[in-house]
């Protein structure tokens, strides 16, 4: 059986996200955000958007675009320090901003992308992190439900891929991308350099193709992938 081919323009794969949807941004940082897809998801409207990302970036940087054209609702992240604008539009009640420990973020996507409903940890309790959060008592220990994860669509980057969507990725990209490909309905990948099929090394493969729809390959790499460049 030939595997088909999964490159698509980028305008075709960021068509399907539609107002209202879930949408996890991959990335640490710089690492592993997809920037082109970020000003493509701009171009293309949505609104009213949950995104999940591990960071805000930083003012002028990926999640900080579609923060500036009103497109985002709430932010479900771990962190906002970088970025003031994000800060600002939380404090003034613009956008609803949930939360998160780091590992905990990345375990309830990871249970979202394994099927399960939810995990039991002890992080977080008698904080704000708790709040409106139930809890049960579990082994003796009082544990915080935190619900699983899931998204619409993940927009990842990597630094290759085949045609098929097998995906390989570079660094603290691996934190957070292969996680947001499992648990989200579309996955779409930019990738920097899209090989024939075969010409990835099994072993090299950190998101097989059968989690991925599109992929859509960049040109030269803009000023925002500057700590990326290899």
């Known amino acids: 059986m030939k595997l088909?081919?999964?490159?698509?323009?980028?305008?075709?794969?960021?068509?399907?996200?539609?107002?209202?949807?879930?949408?996890?941004?991959?990335?640490?940082?710089?690492?592993?955000?997809?920037?082109?897809?970020?000003?493509?998801?701009?171009?293309?409207?949505?609104?009213?958007?949950?995104?999940?990302?591990?960071?805000?970036?930083?003012?002028?940087?990926?999640?900080?675009?579609?923060?500036?054209?009103?497109?985002?609702?709430?932010?479900?992240t771990t962190h906002l320090g970088l970025n003031g604008h994000a800060i600002k539009l939380m404090n003034a009640g613009e956008i609803e901003v949930e939360f998160n420990a780091q590992g905990i973020l990345a375990e309830r996507i990871r249970a979202g992308g394994a099927g399960l409903g939810g995990v039991l940890s002890d992080i977080g309790i008698g904080t704000e992190l708790a709040e409106g959060k139930k809890e049960i008592e579990f082994g003796g220990k009082t544990q915080i439900i935190e619900p699983a994860l899931r998204a619409d669509v993940a927009l990842l980057h990597a630094a290759q891929a085949d045609s098929f969507g097998n995906l390989a990725y570079v660094g603290t990209a691996q934190n957070f991308n292969p996680l947001m490909a499992m648990a989200a309905d579309r996955v779409v990948a930019e990738v920097e350099s899209l090989l024939p099929l075969g010409e990835l090394a099994a072993n090299d493969i950190h998101t097989p193709g059968v989690f991925v729809d599109h992929v859509t390959e960049l040109g030269e790499l803009s000023e925002e992938y500057a700590v990326v460049q290899r």
Do not use: C, W, Y
């Not at 305008?11 to 949807?21: L, N, P, Q, S, V």
């Not at 999640?63 to 054209?69: A, E, I, M, Q, R």
């Open 4 to 76: 088909p081919s999964k490159q698509t323009s980028i305008k075709e794969a960021i068509a399907h996200i539609k107002d209202g949807d879930t949408v996890m941004l991959g990335g640490f940082g710089v690492p592993g955000t997809p920037f082109v897809l970020i000003h493509a998801l701009v171009k293309h409207g949505a609104r009213n958007l949950t995104i999940v990302k591990n960071d805000a970036n930083e003012p002028d940087m990926g999640v900080d675009h579609l923060l500036k054209s009103g497109q985002v609702a709430r932010l479900v």
